[in-house]
């Protein structure tokens, strides 16, 4: 079974000003709540908004005080193949045309990403991904297979301290990454359409 939502417009514009600001969780935050409303199953190292058409944006702490953001995750798609073999499984089609229709939007908000790729994973076809660098972090719109279910999400994290140097799978890079030393930590704004 395949669950998605929309991207919103507002979502889109949100990540990619983290990917261009301080990866602090007050300043994350209050960017967050004029696009989301905060959910009570917030804690110290989880802060959760629920955003317009179901999605949920999880800022997850990199610190144990709460006071850094490792990554900005929003879930746009999960897909539970409930057991099936994922290569013929019939709504393999609706898992990657999700993607497509998620890339679609961000494209429209964004352009074109910076860099695309994709890696086997544990499965026998692949996930793709799709990054737009910022000035202190980066947007990458990612299918993944987090908790042993494929989905797919918009990831915003600090840029890496060894660059934009991915290994496979893309997913556990993303998540384990170093996060880069002393990068500029501009005012977070969002930026405009162009």
Do not use: K
């Not at 514009?13 to 917030?42: N, Q």
């Not at 290569?87 to 393999?92: D, F, I, K, Y």
């Not at 961000?106 to 799709?130: I, M, N, Q």
């Amino acid at each position: 079974m395949i669950e998605s939502h929309s991207v919103p417009s507002a979502a889109v514009w949100l990540m990619r000003a983290y990917a261009d600001g301080p990866f602090d969780a007050a300043t994350m935050c209050r960017a967050a709540e004029p696009v989301g409303t905060r959910s009570p199953m917030s804690d110290q190292c989880s802060t959760f908004f629920d955003l317009p058409g179901g999605a949920v944006l999880h800022l997850a702490a990199e610190d144990t005080a709460g006071e850094e953001v490792g990554a900005a995750v929003v879930t746009l798609c999960g897909w539970d193949p409930a057991g099936g073999e994922l290569v013929l499984h019939p709504e393999r089609a609706a898992y990657d045309e999700c993607y497509d229709q998620a890339l679609a939007a961000v494209h429209a908000e964004l352009g074109p990403p910076d860099h695309t790729g994709a890696d086997p994973g544990p499965y026998p076809f692949p996930f793709r991904w799709s990054v737009w660098l910022g000035t202190t972090g980066l947007l990458a719109l990612q299918q993944s297979d987090y908790d042993y279910c494929p989905d797919i999400n918009l990831w915003a994290r600090p840029h890496p301290a060894q660059g934009f140097t991915p290994t496979e799978p893309f997913s556990d890079w993303l998540m384990t990454a170093p996060r880069a030393e002393g990068a500029a930590d501009p005012q977070l704004a969002p930026r405009t359409r162009s």
